[in-house]
Nanobody, 123 residues
């Protein structure tokens, strides 16, 4: 099973940018569909972005379309989430996840999860 470690979170002002990284070990990330989820205090974990196995197609929740970009670097065994034009509503713990299936938006379809990285956007 692949192990995942997120990094890159932090405190940023509204309108700013952050790039999250998800470093994989144990297995090649190229063999998995990858997703980013987030969970704000008192809210359920929600899908943010996904990328298919092989890296061709990407998927985003409506609220981040045009602002966030998911990508993968198979040589570095790492998946990224570039986040631009951040708003306070983006404040959450962000999680990276991996699955061997195709249900990209479903949290329960993912077999491996990282520990999360906190993103805080101040107004």
């Amino acid at each position: 099973q692949v192990q995942l470690v997120e990094s890159g979170g932090g405190l940023v002002q509204a309108g700013g940018s952050l790039r999250l990284s998800c470093a994989a070990s144990g297995r090649a990330v190229s063999g998995y569909a990858m997703g980013w989820f987030r969970q704000a205090p008192g809210k359920e974990r929600e899908f943010v972005a996904g990328i298919v196995r092989g890296g061709g197609s990407t998927y985003y929740t409506d609220s981040v379309k045009g602002r966030f970009t998911i990508s993968r670097d198979n040589a570095k065994n790492t998946v990224y989430l570039q986040m631009n034009s951040l708003t306070p509503e983006d404040t959450a713990v962000y999680y990276c996840a991996a699955q061997i299936g195709v249900y990209y938006t479903r949290a329960n379809a993912y077999q491996s999860w990282g520990q999360g990285t906190q993103v805080t956007v101040s107004s």
